[in-house]
């Protein structure tokens, strides 16, 4: 009898369950301002990646205000040979002092006589552990004016 009782109770049990609606997954976590703009990229949105440039060049784009060191990080053109070409500072339009993407823009100037490839490296300045600085590359190439 104490064994029938318990396999209706177990019987009870599962098919309340089955009625039961599913539970409820839990929802994804917000992303908070914070969160998103310590893992935000740097966007370069001129020059496109592989475009064929002259001097002198213009870089814009957008980059985590963290990037910033007094309102600029460090920009160059690389030779495929791994001499710099070029340097220049990216500087920051708008206030700089925030987590968010902060607009920048950086002149190069350069002079080559035939078609030469080229990286544009743009560097974080003064990164948090002042060994490894974050960095973001495209390749270009560069024509004689």
């Not at 064994?3 to 409820?24: K, N, V, W």
């Not at 002198?56 to 205000?65: D, F, M, Q, S």
């Not at 500087?91 to 544009?120: G, H, N």
Request: glycine letters at 4%; charged letters at 15%; proline letters at 10%.
């Amino acid at each position: 009898m104490l064994r029938l009782t318990h396999l209706a109770i177990a019987a009870f049990g599962i098919s309340l369950a089955a009625c039961s609606p599913p539970p409820q997954q839990a929802e994804a976590p917000v992303t908070t301002a914070t969160e998103t703009a310590s893992t935000a990229a740097v966007i370069i949105s001129t020059p496109a990646s592989g475009a064929r440039v002259t001097s002198p060049l213009i870089v814009e784009g957008t980059a985590p205000g963290d990037w910033y060191f007094e309102a600029q990080f460090p920009a160059k053109l690389v030779g495929a040979d791994g001499a710099v070409i070029a340097e220049a500072p990216a500087r920051a339009q708008t206030a700089w002092m925030t987590e968010a993407p902060v607009a920048y823009r950086a002149e190069f100037s350069f002079s080559v006589t035939q078609e030469t490839p080229a990286t544009l490296v743009l560097q974080e300045d003064m990164p948090a552990d002042n060994a490894n600085p974050r960095e973001t590359s495209i390749p270009v190439v560069l024509i004689p004016r």
